[in-house]
């Protein structure tokens, strides 16, 4: 079992940076490749970025390739999105995930979510 827990989000104008954190539960964070994904109001869940179990490969959504990175470091269990130059576009509730297989874009894959943590940028 994992319980994961988003932290860092807030509201930020156009160009502004933010950096999400999620923190695991749990003795085997390791085990699990993370992905992170976001929901827009009205619109469905999307994904946004994903590592592998030892932060070796990374993949990413086209939207948010070269302004977002996603890193972990599994000996404080914890995954990080680094945002930058946030455009409006990016206002969604962004959501960290959990899976056994490196299953970067496929939801169905996961098999723990956070509750979310709110972005809002500003124009």
């Known amino acids: 079992q994992v319980q994961l827990v988003e932290s860092g989000g807030g509201l930020v104008q156009a160009g502004g940076s933010l950096r999400l954190s999620c923190a695991a539960s749990g003795r085997t964070f390791g085990a699990y490749a993370m992905g992170w994904f976001r929901q827009a109001p009205g619109k469905e869940r999307e994904f946004a970025a994903a590592?592998?179990?030892?932060?070796?490969?990374?993949y990413y959504a086209d939207s948010v390739k070269g302004r977002f990175t996603i890193s972990r470091d599994n000996a404080k269990k914890t995954v990080y999105l680094q945002m930058n130059n946030l455009q409006p576009e990016d206002t969604a509730t962004y959501y960290c995930?959990?899976?056994?297989?490196?299953?970067?874009?496929?939801?169905?894959?996961?098999?723990?979510w956070g509750q979310g943590t709110q972005v809002t940028v500003s124009s």
């Open positions: 995930a959990a899976s056994t297989h490196f299953a970067a874009a496929y939801q169905q894959a996961y098999d723990y």
């Open positions: 590592i592998n179990w030892t932060g070796s490969s990374t």
